[in-house]
């Protein structure tokens, strides 16, 4: 069975620009959240989706949006890029729903965004 | 305000031998712990879990340990393998916070053979 899985693999923007990032997640998986991870630091919170209805948002400015599509699909927008926006994006998908709303995540192998 | 703490960057540890990694918490609403293995180039892998109302969850060579007065827990891998040499990642969550999960900065494990 296929993992999550991420696209593009690396990418490399400058400062202002705009990115997109797509995940699909592990089939049968409803809910996708989406993580921030700087080198040297463990995965940080930025998005959940369940059910194309966002759930959770973690601390980061509006410049972050997402949204999950009726397939469960997810995209990551950023826009105006800055350079501290430089980080692996990590996908993660979760068999979350009405029984079971506490379960593992499981990651995809990210998204290496760099910002010049 | 780091949550989850790894206190130990890296630990080195001989095949066979046991390699324990460790992570304390403050935050007391916490009630559901993972523990994720990560090599390089690669997503975290999921390798157990543990919610509060145990203190102890065992798979295969995985064993964890929750310390709820401690606001502490534990990863045992018994023996340690050379391809268990990877950063291992503890994340937790609330309740009230659905599956949104708070993780610790990692512990580098190296396994000698």
């Known amino acids: 069975d296929a993992g999550v899985t991420q696209s593009p693999t690396h990418l490399i923007k400058t400062r202002g620009q705009h990115v997109t990032l797509r995940c699909s997640p592990i089939?049968?998986?409803?809910?996708v959240s989406w993580y921030q991870q700087v080198l040297g630091q463990g995965p940080q919170f930025i998005f959940q989706?369940?059910?194309?209805?966002?759930?959770g948002r973690g601390n980061f400015p509006d410049r972050f949006s997402a949204r999950q599509f009726p397939n469960y699909s997810s995209e990551l927008n950023v826009n105006a890029l800055l350079l501290g926006d430089s980080a692996l994006y990590l996908c993660?998908?979760?068999?979350?729903?009405?029984?079971?709303?506490?379960?593992?995540?499981?990651f995809g192998n990210g998204t290496r965004l760099t910002v010049t | 305000d780091q949550q989850v703490k790894q206190n130990s960057p890296s630990l080195s540890v001989q095949e066979g031998r046991i390699s324990i990694l460790n992570c304390d918490y403050t935050?007391?609403?916490?009630?559901?712990f993972l523990w994720y293995k990560k090599y390089p180039a690669e997503g975290p892998t999921f390798l157990i879990s543990?919610?509060?109302?145990?203190d102890k969850n065992e798979d295969g060579r995985f064993t964890v340990f929750l310390n709820k007065s401690a606001k502490h827990l534990s990863l045992h891998i018994v023996p340690s393998q050379p391809g268990d040499s990877a950063v291992y990642f503890c994340?937790?969550?609330?309740?009230?916070?659905?599956?949104?999960?708070?993780f610790g900065t990692g512990t580098s494990l190296t396994v000698i053979p």
């Open positions: 994340a937790a969550s609330a309740s009230n916070t659905g599956n949104q999960f708070y």
């Open positions: 543990i919610s509060s109302i145990k």
């Open positions: 935050n007391s609403m916490f009630d559901y």
């Open positions: 089939s049968g998986h409803k809910s």
């Open positions: 989706y369940y059910e194309k209805e966002e759930r």
């Open positions: 993660a998908s979760s068999i979350v729903g009405t029984r079971f709303w506490r379960s593992p995540l499981h």
